[in-house]
């Protein structure tokens, strides 16, 4: 679709209507006592929620108009909220304004950085998001989530649609133009989490420093401009880590119920959709009944008015899906429709399959970029990749051969969204610092960096190893990503360093965004 007045309108109104709701949300949660960060992280994720909820009710109901005068209504009270509270966003602005007096040059740059971002998301995309796209553009045509003719003969049954409404919410509009802006949410909103949980462990200049890193991650930057709903689940647990800090520290309703519904809202279509909800459910039950005991937050949600209550128990509800799983149920004979990102083969292997899959993950997470592999090829004249493939076939393939695997290992530095991995820093940072975090972390710290280490084993022991399956990292590097302001003290993360790093991870970004530039390819 070309770019016209018409579509330009389109777009605009879009992204005003989700950028009223974001500021709306920002003065709440700032009203509420959340910091600068976490009151943006907070803000991007619950008006993804919102939006999300309002497709979902609208489509099951039959109705789709409802979701737009629920939206008109809603618009209406944030607009309404932020004139009552407008010395909020002066305070925030003040705020950005010593941010960028300290760090100007990487501000800008970054600022930069994010508008050629932002013009790659927004370009027409056929691919509004990777997962579910033919059921979401079947629901738009029927205007229903349940197709008036369908059986078991002829129908699918349906994958989770908790992230693939947003899709909706812009086919409703024909934004075709605005097709990353969900994506692009995400990718702040991990910036602003990271940053928020980073300060638990570091000073500001050092927080900035690994928030940077984990925004460069390449796959991230390539989740955020091409639409994927892999980012999104992604964001949806590091807030989830974020509600679960803030829950632990200063116990209140509004953290535990952001947070469950963060945990609902995150089960998404993938292969592997229920599993890190699953984790996530478990480390909260130690986390917050080891602190306060259960019975503090059994009075917590007694304790709540009771409209806030009815507010939340018909959103929990439909981001739970059970009206979904029963409706597959009852008319298909299963709970839950076939993947739409192809073949998921199950490791037939187990433990020692496991192991293979998890040093194999381990090689691949090396990725220095293809820049590196080219610059040593040049001055050197060897391949990076070549060694690593040379030392996995002599030392790791006589003993476990293929087993865990579906394809044959291979490595790729590629630019390529869809084989990508989270770059040298991923590598070098996060999982030293998960492995750090596990021997000398704090019992907080240890017991997220268990849980994130218990779901690496899980993808390595479910799956059967493809290239494909670097998808299931994502939530892990993300929420990983704030470990490394607890590995890099002071004493290690010097000024001089922290310069490096910042001047690397810009690099590293502006690398990734012009890889996905069309005309490159």
């Known amino acids: 679709m070309p770019f016209n007045i018409a579509n330009i309108l389109i777009s605009l109104t879009t992204v005003a209507e989700i950028s009223v709701l974001c500021a709306a949300g920002f003065i709440l949660f700032r009203k509420w006592g959340a910091t600068f960060a976490e009151g943006a992280a907070y803000s991007l994720i619950t008006t993804m929620m919102l939006l999300s909820f309002f497709m979902q009710l609208a489509f099951l109901t039959g109705f789709p108009d409802f979701s737009l005068r629920a939206e008109i209504l809603t618009c209406a009270l944030a607009a309404a909220v932020i004139c009552k509270y407008r010395h909020h966003l002066r305070q925030a602005r003040q705020i950005l304004l010593t941010f960028l007096s300290q760090y ?36 738009h045509q029927q205007g229903t989530f349940f197709a008036e003719a369908s059986s078991a003969q002829n129908g699918q049954p349906l994958r989770p649609v908790n992230l693939s409404s947003l899709s909706l919410f812009l086919l409703q509009r024909n934004a075709s133009h605005c097709s990353g802006i969900f994506s692009m949410m ?35 930057v390539h989740l955020a401009v091409t639409g994927s709903q892999e980012i999104i689940a992604a964001s949806v647990a590091v807030f989830c880590l974020l509600a679960i800090y803030r829950a632990v520290e200063q116990p209140d309703s509004k953290d535990l119920l952001l947070f469950i519904l963060g945990l609902f809202f995150g089960i998404s279509g993938d292969d592997l959709g229920f599993l890190f909800p699953v984790i996530l459910t478990m480390l909260a039950c130690v986390l917050l009944f080891r602190r306060h005991g259960a019975l503090a937050w059994w009075k917590l949600i007694i304790g709540c008015r009771w409209y806030v209550l009815a507010l939340v128990v018909l959103p929990l509800f439909i981001f739970s899906q059970c009206w979904l799983f ?3 149920q009852w008319m298909y004979g299963q709970w839950i429709g ?77 630019p ?42 899980m993808i390595a022991l479910i799956p059967a190893w493809r290239p494909e399956n670097v998808r299931f990292f994502t939530l892990f590097f993300a929420c990983g990503g704030y470990f490394s302001a607890f590995f890099l003290p002071p004493w290690r993360l010097t000024r001089i360093r922290k310069s490096v790093l910042q001047i690397a991870c810009l690099l590293l970004l502006g690398y990734a965004c012009w890889s996905n530039v069309p005309f490159i390819h």
């Not at 927004?122 to 997962?131: D, K, V």
């Not at 702040?188 to 200049?205: E, G, M, S, V």
């Not at 989270?422 to 996060?430: K, N, S, T």
Request: proline share 6%; glycine share 8%.
């Open 186 to 220: 995400a990718w702040i909103a991990i910036a602003f989490a990271t940053y928020a949980l980073a300060r638990r462990y570091a000073w500001p200049p050092a927080a900035f420093t690994v928030t940077m890193i984990t925004i460069s991650f390449p796959r991230l």
């Open 104 to 139: 100007p040059l990487v501000t800008v740059a970054i600022v930069i950085g994010g508008v050629f971002m932002i013009y790659l998301a927004a370009l027409p995309s056929e691919n509004i998001q990777t997962i579910s796209l033919y059921q979401v553009q079947t629901f």
């Open 326 to 328: 029963g409706y597959n």
């Open 416 to 457: 390529d969204a869809r084989l990508s991995w989270f770059g040298p820093f991923g590598f070098l940072f996060v999982l030293p610092a998960l492995l750090y975090a596990l021997i000398r972390g704090p019992r907080r710290l240890k017991a997220i960096a268990i849980a994130l280490a218990g779901y690496f084993y």
């Open 338 to 414: 076939l993947t739409c990102e192809g073949v998921f083969t199950f490791n037939a292997d187990g433990i020692i399959g496991a192991l293979a899959n998890m040093v194999r993950y381990f090689i691949a997470s090396a990725h220095f970029m293809l820049p590196a592999e080219r610059l040593c090829q040049y001055l050197f004249g060897f391949s990076p990749t070549e060694s690593l493939m040379g030392f996995y076939q002599l030392a790791i393939n006589p003993y476990f051969g293929n087993q865990g695997a579906a394809s044959v290992f291979a490595l790729a530095w590629t």
